[in-house]
């Protein structure tokens, strides 16, 4: 297979350094791994601006969905009521996974291109008393709307609510400070903004919720408590782990650092994103997204005219070194290009300067 730049948001394009990682076979039982995992579990609460005597890490084999599924899962008891609030198909996974696993909740569906409101979210909380949990997808890699999470933090807080927010594509590439916003538990995973590659996912949890949590979980794998009690100990994980994944990452988390933190690739990050759609703008090809509302992770584009073919486009951008991703909407026809990991200027400019070249050849 070619190497190609992935342009999408994870799996992505990771560096050489941390492919080489993967070329070690590690023990699970090695204490120079399990060393391995409590590196990562503290550095990780190091990006949330989390201490380790309110918050820890607990790593979930898996993708992120799997990590999504095992807090829902874990922190949501029989008794409890989850106000699930969506504008893409990722919140409406959450939905999902409430329903094959026989949760509590209500929902509040917003259009892609929205944010929620904050006025509805009051009413539906006063309406409903019982609802216990407020969960929200931070960062749609649907459309690539970030979502307000000040606002939902603060109406966690005003009632009382425990928050679940699935960063899976903002966390490490959009600062987040966790303690200060009251977030319970935060989700993401090995192969975004950090830039590892696929294999599990994590959680950010407040210690006093998890604590409270044994022998809520309805899956005996995703037993995100009992993950953490034995993983506490010493950095065992509960079953195998994915111990090329897990080195992968922990040079991942390194190279971040290098590379000045989050701050750093946040800046890289837009930059990119900014580019991008600037130079398309030029060439009639426009963000589904409003610009204020735009992340800097991945954009959605409308097709520039009714005869703009994907699966050429694609096949065209894709032979000359660069893979994007299809959209993932219903009501009207996008595709998407990411704009996180190992990807720089350089990237973008020839990227666009392909598809320059390509909307030349259409229009002729």
């Not at 892609?112 to 979210?121: G, K, L, R, T």
């Not at 975004?192 to 959680?203: D, E, H, L, N, Y």
């Not at 506490?232 to 971040?256: Q, Y």
């Amino acid at each position: 297979m070619s190497h190609y730049k992935l342009l999408t948001p994870g799996p992505l394009t990771t560096t050489t350094t941390v492919k080489e990682e993967m070329l070690v076979d590690r023990c699970t039982w090695d204490q120079d791994y399990k060393q391995i995992t409590q590196k990562i579990r503290s550095q990780l609460l190091g990006f949330a601006h989390a201490t380790e005597d309110e918050y820890t890490t607990v790593l979930m084999q898996g993708s992120g969905t799997f990590a999504v599924e095992s807090v829902m899962t874990t922190a949501i008891s029989q008794d409890d009521k989850a106000l699930i609030i969506t504008n893409g198909a990722y919140g409406e996974r959450i939905v999902k996974i409430a329903d094959y696993t026989g949760l509590n909740y209500v929902t509040y569906n917003v259009a892609y291109d929205q944010y929620p409101d904050e006025a509805v979210i009051r009413t539906i909380l006063e309406a409903n008393q019982d609802i216990t949990h407020l969960v929200m997808v931070h960062c749609e890699t649907t459309t690539g709307i970030v979502n307000p999470l000040d606002m939902i933090a603060k109406l966690a807080s005003t009632y009382n609510k425990t928050l679940i927010v699935d960063a899976m594509s903002s966390f490490g590439g959009i600062d987040i400070h966790v303690p200060a916003l009251g977030i319970d538990y935060l989700i993401s995973s090995a192969n975004k903004c950090i830039q590892g590659v696929p294999g599990f996912g994590f959680a950010i949890v407040k210690l006093e919720k998890l604590l409270a949590c044994e022998g809520n979980a309805r899956s005996l794998s995703l037993d995100l408590y009992d993950q953490w009690k034995e993983m506490d100990k010493e950095g065992k994980w509960r079953f195998t782990s994915p111990t090329h994944v897990v080195a992968a990452f922990s040079k991942a988390i390194d190279e971040l650092i290098e590379e000045g933190g989050v701050t750093a690739r946040n800046a890289r990050y837009t930059h990119n994103n900014e580019l991008l759609r600037k130079r398309l703008g030029q060439l009639g090809i426009y963000a589904y997204i409003e610009e204020e509302k735009q992340s800097p992770i991945i954009t959605t584009f409308l097709f520039p005219s009714e005869q703009f073919n994907f699966e050429d486009f694609y096949a065209y951008v894709k032979e000359r070194g660069f893979v994007i991703y299809p959209g993932k909407l219903t009501e009207v026809d996008t595709f998407r290009i990411g704009n996180i990991g190992e990807i720089y200027e350089d990237d973008v400019v020839q990227l666009c300067n392909v598809i320059e070249e390509y909307m030349g050849v259409l229009a002729k």
